[in-house]
Structures are given as C-alpha cells and as structure tokens.
C-alpha cells in the first residue's frame, strides 16, 4: 500500500506539467528576477565577507559541546 | 490521556573570544552573558539540586555511559522570558521557556537569538576599541568538534520507551531534507578522506555514533535517552532530541518542531505500528543522506526493500493527514495551528521532489547551497576556497552587518513585534509565565529557579520552595490574577497557600 501511495504522489506532483506559451515566459521572467536578486546578493557578500578568509575560517575553532 | 506538546528548544552557540580575554571561549561566554543580564536578576541563580542528567529513559543504569557534568560553578543566568542563559562547555547556552505548541517555541528561540545579539552590542561596549566577542548559531567548526540545538518534548509515561525507538528515528533520520542547515566538508569518525569535498544537507549528521544512548557529547545516539521530566515523573517523559540542526530559517524550526510533534502524537496514539520502518543501520543512513542533496540515497529496511528519505517522510505525512482528519492532532494544539504543519510539510515534500531551488526562502541548506554555488559561478571557484568556507560559516554569523542569512530575506512565520516583546515577556501559556513574572515583579525575592520550582527568600525568613510540577499550570489563565493580587512576594506566598 506504500508503494502505490509513494507513486500517487511523484505523479501528483509532475502531472500537470503541460506548460503553456504563458507560462513558460512567465518562468522566465521569474528567472530572471531570481538572478538579478541573487546577484545583489552576491554583491554585498563580496563586501561583508572576511577580509582573510582563510585565517578567518582556520581561526574559527570550537571545543564541543552538549 | 496524551499530554499536550509542550516544548522548547535550548541551543548551543559557536562563540570566538577576543584577545584581552585570552582567547578563552569559557571566559568569553561568561562575560557575553554577563553584559546582558540586568543588574535586578543578576543574583538570581539556578537551583541544580534535582538535576539528574544520568537517569536512562530505558531504566536501567548504563555503566559506561557518561552523562555530561552539571556544572554550577559557569554562570547561569534565568531570564524574564521564563529561558535561562548560561555557559555551557565553553559555548554560550540559551534555553527557550517551556512553550505550549511549536509555533510558540520558534518565537522563543527567535527572541535567542536577538539574545544573542544584543549580549554581543552589549559586550562590545564593555570590551578594548577594536575587540569584539562574536557568536555564530550553527553545530559545528569545521574541525570535528560539534555543539548542539536540543529539542525537548513532553510525552506520556505510559507510552513504552522501545515505541519511540521503533517510530521515532526513521523521523530524526529522514527529516533532515527540511531541517539540515547545511555544510561544506565532512567530519566526523566517517569522513571521507579522498581529496574531494561534498555540500552536505545537515551540520550535524556526520556525528552520531549509535542508534540509542544516554550520552550527548561523546558516542552521540540518534536518540537520547535522558530521563529527566522536570515534571510529575508518573504522568511525563520529557524526550530531548538531540540530531537537530540549529536553524536560522523560521519555516526550517517550524517544521522540524511541527512534524515531530506531530510523530510523536502518532506514536502514543499507537497508530503507526503498522508502517515497516525499521531501519538496517540508520548511524549509516544519516550521514548517507546528509550527504546526497540529490535526495536519491536509498536506505536498507530491515525487511530487505530500500526507500528514500523523501518516500519515508510521505508515509509519516499521510499516517498524520488521515489521523487528523479523523480525530484532528489536539495535542499539537488548536487545529489551524495542525492544518498549518501538515499543509508546510507536504508543500515542503513535494518542492523538494520537483525542484529543491523553489525552497531557498524556506529551508537553511536550500539557502546556503544555492548561494554558494553561484558565488563559485560567478568566481569560477569551488567548494575548496576559503571564501566559500567563510560563506559556510558567516552564514551563521549573528552580527546583523555580518550575517549573510539576514541578506537573503527567507520567508518569515512571526512578526517582528512578537519577537521583540518575547525578549523580556514570558509565554502566558505554561508555567513559564510564572517563572518569568515573578522574577519581574519580585526579582529582590526570588533566590533561585528551576523548571519546575521557584524558591523565594523573603526578609531573611526561610527559604520557601513553590513547586512546579505540573507545566500547564502557573500559566496566565491559571494564575494572573493572584499575581495581579499579589504586589509583594510576600502576599504572593500567603495568596498561594490560602
């Protein structure tokens, strides 16, 4: 009975993937919106992260705990 | 009768320590707590006579075994929120307050975290121009050495130990698809020693060493075994979970708080006897799925079929979804908080099924991964360079000008009002409100606290212990208004007893 339910749900989840014209430029647009956001991101990464980041992350030593 | 899911969530801090305080991260964690607790509670200390972490769940007395040491000589510190914050193993420590449902402890482990933050501001001020203590919110250095974000829940006595090893750790396995943090690198008595290195989905995986135990620090079990109920010992188990991943993303904490509540209703209801999830060598299985962000490692059930981490969390989901629409899952709390849980785990399921990118505002690793991989496009680079390293780690920086979490404006559950105001207030749900208020209203009486006690001292009279067995009661409904009644301790102590 797993099983069946297990395949129920890869094919709910990828049958309705007939895309559209729409929906295709849509994704796009949405794609491109992403990377424009990410590249923000990484732009201010660049300036916030650690200046030696080798020393930094070597540094960076923790006795363990619980 | 299933008690409610009370819970909360105490984490474990990385912390760096400045120059002038030798490097030592004992002295900085302890000097980070003490710039942030407020002169008026300051002496109040916390009451370490019934703490017990060497009593095993499965009743006996493991000789080898070595719970961690009660240390009260480190500072310990207890908070109006109803938390306490203290030194812990050279980390800084912060325990959420007993919450009454999972949405309630995601804002109180929020609210550690401005903690946090402030006791660093705090700190800085305190410290020579120039030095600074910095704390990060993940599970591990990079270098073998772990620290941990322990959930705890209460659970009925009457359930038997052996049906949350049963139904419980294929949950702690497998539920890492949602929950990881996220890590470069392996560590750990497995680690991989090939020249290559991997992103792996959890901080945490890499080390557990046995399935079940009562250690936390060496041997690390997939399921604790401390039974320490800080409550009526007849009625509760409190079952403290150690496998988590601190995370900083709220829809990560929700749901990895959410469905474990969730599971573990299931498992006392006894409705999950039917589902064949006994796991061939699951210390292997954690790390094997930590490991595959494909999300295709397949693992060994005993009864000789392999499954996926993904299919495992499916049949958990539909056991819970049929449940509750026959009963509903009261002891997860009011139904659209359930409805909430259930709908956020199977959107989560299924994302991670088609794409897991459609998830990077909701899940740590998600985030992380898709950073880091655009960080090695755009600097054609991989996972080797110090600078992806430090992206791993300043994603958990929790310097606001520092972190990079905070640039990645994740899908928020709380609002920010909330979290602010639990900083300083307790939840009005449990015995928590109790704890925390008297400390605000008598903080000149209260000599110690403890999860289940409050001990006053009032003008040099005898110490007098006000018992807090049972975690619903002392809440606001319960007890506002003989506080309201109440405006010294010593009317609050004869209110109490007449």
Not at chain 2, 12 to 36: C, N, Q, R
Request: one cysteine or more.
């Amino acid at each position: 009975m797993a099983e069946r339910e297990l395949k129920k749900h890869s094919a709910s989840s990828h049958s309705e993937n007939t895309a559209t014209e729409e929906d295709v430029a849509v994704s796009t647009e949405k794609g491109d919106k992403l990377k424009a956001e990410i590249d923000d991101i990484l732009d201010e990464i660049d300036e916030v992260l650690e200046e030696n980041a080798e020393e930094f992350v070597r540094g960076y030593v923790q006795k363990g705990g619980e | 009768m299933i008690p409610k899911k009370i819970c909360g969530l105490e984490t474990e801090y990385g912390i760096t320590a400045p120059k002038s305080l030798g490097g030592d991260p004992t002295a900085a964690a302890s000097f980070l707590i003490s710039a942030y607790i407020g002169d008026d509670i300051k002496g109040i200390s916390w009451d370490f006579t019934d703490e017990a972490p060497g009593n095993d769940a499965r009743g006996f007395l493991d000789a080898d075994a070595l719970p961690p040491a009660v240390e009260p000589q480190l500072l310990n510190a207890v908070l109006t929120n109803g938390g306490r914050y203290y030194v812990d193993h050279a980390h800084p420590e912060y325990s959420t307050p007993e919450c009454l449902n999972v949405k309630e402890a995601l804002l109180y482990d929020k609210a550690g975290e401005t903690i946090l933050t402030l006791s660093m501001e705090n700190s800085k001020k305190l410290l020579p121009p120039g030095e600074e203590i910095v704390v990060y919110k993940n599970n591990s250095d990079g270098k073998n050495n772990s620290y941990g974000c322990h959930e705890n829940y209460l659970v009925s006595r009457a359930t038997p130990f052996s049906q949350f090893v049963d139904y419980l750790i294929p949950h702690l396995v497998t539920r890492q698809v949602y929950t990881g943090a996220g890590k470069i690198g392996t560590e750990g008595l497995n680690r991989t020693n090939d020249g290559k290195t991997i992103f792996q989905i959890s901080q945490r995986a890499d080390f557990f060493e046995a399935a079940v135990g009562l250690e936390t620090t060496i041997r690390r079990p997939i399921l604790n075994t401390r039974d320490e109920p800080h409550s009526d010992k007849s009625q509760y188990r409190r079952l403290h979970i150690i496998t988590g991943d601190a995370n900083l993303a709220e829809v990560a904490t929700f749901l990895k708080m959410g469905t474990t509540a969730v599971v573990l209703q299931l498992i006392e209801e006894g409705v999950l006897s039917h589902l064949a999830l006994d796991m061939e060598s699951p210390v292997q299985d954690i790390q094997g799925i930590s490991r595959d962000i494909s999300l295709k490692y397949r693992l060994k059930l005993k009864n000789g079929k392999s499954i996926t981490a993904l299919e495992i969390q499916w049949l958990y989901l539909e056991e819970a979804k049929k449940y509750h629409s026959q009963y509903g899952l009261d002891a997860v709390g009011e139904d659209d908080l359930a409805t909430e849980i259930l709908q956020r785990w199977e959107y989560v399921l299924t994302a991670l099924e088609d794409d897991i990118y459609s998830l990077s505002k909701q899940l740590d690793w998600v985030a992380k991964l898709q950073i880091v991989n655009a960080f090695c496009e755009r600097h054609k680079t991989d996972l080797f360079d110090p600078n992806v390293a430090a992206i791993d780690l300043q994603y958990h920086d929790m310097r606001q000008d520092k972190s990079i979490f905070q640039r990645l404006n994740m899908e928020t559950l709380l609002r920010r009002q909330d979290v602010e105001n639990a900083v300083a207030d307790p939840p009005e749900t449990t015995r928590a409100y109790f704890r925390g208020e008297c400390l605000k209203r008598y903080p000149g009486e209260v000599r110690s606290v403890n999860w289940d006690s409050v001990l006053f001292e009032v003008d040099r009279g005898p110490l007098q212990k006000v018992p807090m067995n049972e975690p619903l009661r002392g809440s606001k409904k319960y007890i506002g208004d003989l506080l309201d009644k109440s405006p010294t301790a010593r009317d609050l102590l004869y209110n109490l007893q007449n």
